[in-house]
């Protein structure tokens, strides 16, 4: 059973945010119609060519989907879409900002045309204010939000490893969506809504806004150490290893002097009687774990955090986290076939009795083009002449 069998999506998307809210829809069971500009298509799909040619953002965020090229700007386009949009239970777009406005394409416009259709626009900073015709990209939406100001080590303010703002954003989308779904089912009508990278990033940092706002300080930026817990964050091994390890509690601390370090007075020293005191006494603290970790390895240093139930994990290389045994073992790998051949995929983290995901091809530039316009009603001698004029 595929929970959004029957649902229609229409998008017109564009490097992550969308493209990825709209795979989370693909999975389910919806049918997801993605518009691209003949030839080149969604620009993510030039991004890289590391996956046997293909972007590597472009195969995580776009299987499942069809693939219509369609030059919006030329007029037999709107027909098309009129007749898609006639049929279609959702619409979504990240185009620029008053993009979709000037091809006719307004949440107005749409609303009042198609009065059940969910419309849904997502975009860097929102329909309003002073930077609403910004351009938005990860990194600029990470900076602007103070996310990059709390990331990093002292000397160095950082950006998160992967695109952050797209994927918060993405996701609200997404839950957005199956609300609006829930809602029609009771109003018989659709709706609009409005997502911003900024402000899903925004709410995001709402434990440094907290922290900030009435602690008077911002979080230090402390590497891959804790702001406000110690011991909490990585330690070397005598084999060249990395171990992070975190402490919550002071019934932790007093097993982690006792069972790990083989100092138990430490539980009850002044510096180190509390996790505040710890975190004011942080430099003293980790000088003494280290000097302590020298002398085992990784394995040995793991084996006592086990046996006095410590939190710890280890640093693995990306390499190692896709040969991870608890993928393995939780069977989270998938096939899915691609234009270059089948990918290794992860299934969605989420896990629900009798629901296997779609997990549908990637699709290539206009692979569905023909098709889909034919069940539109179109006949074979208006698409050779659409494809002739690069209207498809």
Known sequence: MLPLKGITVITLEQAVAAPFAT??????????????????????????????????????????KESLTLDLKQPPAKDVLDRLLAKADIFVQNLAPGACDRLGLGTQEL???????????????????????????DLLIQSE???????GTPETPSKVGISIADIAAAMYLYSGVLTALLLRKESGQGTAMEISLFEALSEWMGYAAYYT?????????????????????PFNSSDGKVVYLAVQNEREWS?????????????????????????????????????????????????????????????NSVEEFLDHPQLQARGRWREVASPVGPLRALIPPLTMEGVEPAMGEIPALGQHTDAILKGLGFDADTITTWRKKKVI
């Open 213 to 233: 706002g009435y602690g008077g300080s911002p979080p230090p930026r402390t590497g891959a150490k804790h702001a406000a817990i110690a011991p909490y964050g």
């Open 255 to 315: 097993s982690f002097c006792e069972k790990v370090l083989d100092r138990p007075e430490l539980a009850v020293e002044a510096r180190f009687g509390s996790n505040s005191q710890r975190v004011q006494n942080r430099v003293p603290l980790e000088e003494i774990i280290q000097k302590i970790f020298e002398h085992f390895t990784a394995e040995e240093i793991v084996i006592r955090l086990e046996r006095a139930q410590i939190a710890y994990g280890r640093l």
């Open 111 to 137: 609303r009042s045309r198609y009065p059940r259709l969910i419309v849904c626009n997502l975009s860097g900073y929102g329909s309003s204010g002073p930077y609403r015709d910004k351009k938005a990209y």
């Open 23 to 64: 795979r989370q829809l693909a999975d389910l069971g919806a049918r997801i119609i993605k518009i691209e500009r003949p030839e080149v298509g969604d620009f993510a799909r030039a991004y890289d060519t590391t996956v046997r040619g293909m972007s590597s953002h472009f195969v995580w965020a776009n299987r499942g």
């Open 145 to 151: 939000a103070a996310l990059v100001s709390v990331t």
